[in-house]
């Protein structure tokens, strides 16, 4: 890694957590630099966990950087996709990890997507009780999102992400360069977090996202502005609402209708990702929205035109194959963890950049709601 590399153009977000912030870098060149950047950190040995297809393309030149810096480096690779983030991967992961001999005082690198972060960092969080963690996106949904927060966990039947814990990592490393081996449909995916973000609490972002969008997707400025704005925003309702008991649930915006349509999918990849989810949730939430009175017609039309311009689903439809009927998705979000006493809690809005938080949904309206929705 050159000196040159290390010092081409980045963006730093702090996450202000007292006694345990850290910091997200974003920019060129930081999986070929990461052996240097991971110094300060004081740690003998780094378990890097990936998947199948991130290892293919990144793991050697990590691998050689970390060996340059003088760490101690083993890795562990787990298949790619949702399936993995499950109790029979995160024993085969955890078993690794302790075979490799990783101590309290050592890391844990996450290199991958959303998958790999949530199901290395529950590692993490639960190994020895504790190892400090170290997050290397390299999907832009990732970068903008899993990897910021500390939130970590697994799948199991009942639905997704119900066994985790809250583990913050030391360090976040968002290399804009391997942006560029994502599949156009991952990138799409990801984009709808970055959406969501201006969908939430920044009506600004969301219009420059209108106008910029074409940009952000051909990489360069635009896509480093995007993905630090995105960073800082979830920087700082993290740092008000570490452990989601208010202002954070704004963070799932459109996730409950989301998880449920992938729930209804089984978790597979083909039919449905994670972000084609999210924007399929964002929409619906503004339409539920506007079924409620609560925003105009014409705000939930230009959210969902938004979306669908840069190839993003909007429509329970638009995913492949049968999804059951009102009542089985109904059920799917009962699973949901804003779920309390169960009652239904929904991420609504009075407008762009205008999201609430709305307890006690009626399950009803709900039903009503998704009926219409599948029946248009």
Not at 207 to 227: M, Y
Not at 328 to 351: E, N, P
Request: some cysteine; aromatic content about 6%.
């Amino acid at each position: 890694m050159s000196d040159t590399a290390l010092a081409a153009p980045r963006s730093t977000v702090h996450v202000a957590l007292e006694g345990r912030g850290y910091d997200v870098e974003i920019g060129p060149g930081l999986i070929a630099g990461a052996g240097r950047l991971l110094v300060p950190l004081g740690a003998r040995r780094v378990g890097v966990v990936t998947d199948e297809n991130v290892a293919r393309l990144h793991l050697d030149p990590l691998m050689a950087s970390l060996e340059a810096g003088g760490l101690a480096a083993s890795s562990t690779v787990v298949p790619a996709g949702e399936a993995s983030k499950s109790f029979a991967v995160l024993e085969e992961v955890s078993n690794a990890l302790l075979a490799s001999k990783v101590e309290r005082g050592d890391l844990v690198l996450a290199l991958g997507g959303g998958v790999v972060g949530d199901l290395a960092g529950f590692a993490a969080a639960i190994l020895r009780r504790g190892v400090r963690l170290v997050q290397m996106p390299t999907t832009l949904l990732a970068q903008v999102d899993s990897s910021v927060g500390g939130k970590t966990g697994i799948n199991t039947r009942h639905g997704k992400n119900l066994i985790g814990a809250f583990h913050q990592p030391s360090l976040v490393l968002a290399d804009a360069d391997a942006l560029s081996t994502l599949p156009l449909r991952d990138f799409r995916a990801g984009y709808a977090e970055v959406a969501k973000y201006g969908l939430i609490n920044d009506a600004a972002f969301f219009r420059w996202l209108e106008d910029n969008w074409q940009e952000v997707f051909e990489g360069g400025p635009a896509r480093t502005k995007a993905i630090a704005a995105s960073c800082a925003n979830k920087a700082g309702v993290v740092a008000r609402d570490e452990f989601e008991t208010g202002e954070r649930a704004l963070l799932n915006l459109g996730h409950t209708f989301g998880h449920a349509l992938e729930a209804a999918v089984g978790y597979d990849d083909k039919r449905l990702v994670h972000g084609e989810g999210v924007a399929i949730g964002m929409a619906l939430a503004f339409r539920f929205s506007a079924e409620l009175g609560l925003v105009g017609a014409d705000q939930a039309d230009r959210v969902a035109a938004h979306l669908k311009a840069v190839g993003l689903p909007t429509r329970i439809q638009d995913v492949p194959g049968d999804l059951g009927d009102a009542r089985r998705l109904l059920d799917l979000m009962g699973q949901d963890k804003k779920v309390k006493a169960g009652k239904l809690t929904f991420i609504l809005a009075r407008g762009v950049g205008q999201s609430f938080i709305a307890n006690d949904v009626a399950p009803e309206n709900v039903l009503s709601f998704l009926t219409s929705e599948l029946s248009s």
